[in-house]
């Protein structure tokens, strides 16, 4: 079955960087896109970044493009996201989930184009 587990969270003050890897098992790792989503307290699910499955092109939120990197390695079965220029409203729990197809699908709820997730690591920004 799919399994997903990411790492690399923790307390970084403002303006420092984190890197979280997710390692993927149990499907075909490099014919799925990727994405990583994330949940603030308090509030919904949203989606922050994905990958194509070839890691030809990839898309951000808004509100992080420019400061976080997707990345994959098809080898190692991981995915990655490099976040600098950390923020504290970027402070929440981090999932990478595995996309139903080679390309992001982006749909009124993209939640829905996922169907595998991981257990997520806490990222908290605060001096």
């Known amino acids: 079955q799919v399994q997903l587990v990411e790492s690399g969270g923790g307390l970084a003050q403002p303006g420092g960087s984190l890197r979280l890897p997710c390692v993927a098992s149990g499907f075909t790792f490099s014919i799925y896109a990727m994405s990583w989503f994330r949940q603030a307290p308090g509030k919904g699910l949203e989606w922050v970044s994905g990958i194509y499955s070839d890691g030809s092109d990839s898309y951000y939120k808004d509100s992080v493009r420019g400061r976080f990197t997707i990345s994959r390695d098809n080898a190692k079965n991981t995915v990655y996201l490099q976040m600098n220029s950390l923020k504290p409203e970027d402070t929440a729990l981090y999932y990478c989930?595995?996309?139903?197809?080679?390309?992001?699908?982006?749909?009124?709820?993209?939640?829905?184009?996922?169907?595998?997730w991981g257990r997520g690591t806490q990222v908290t920004v605060s001096s």
């Open positions: 989930a595995k996309g139903k197809a080679r390309i992001l699908i982006f749909t009124t709820d993209i939640r829905e184009t996922h169907d595998g």
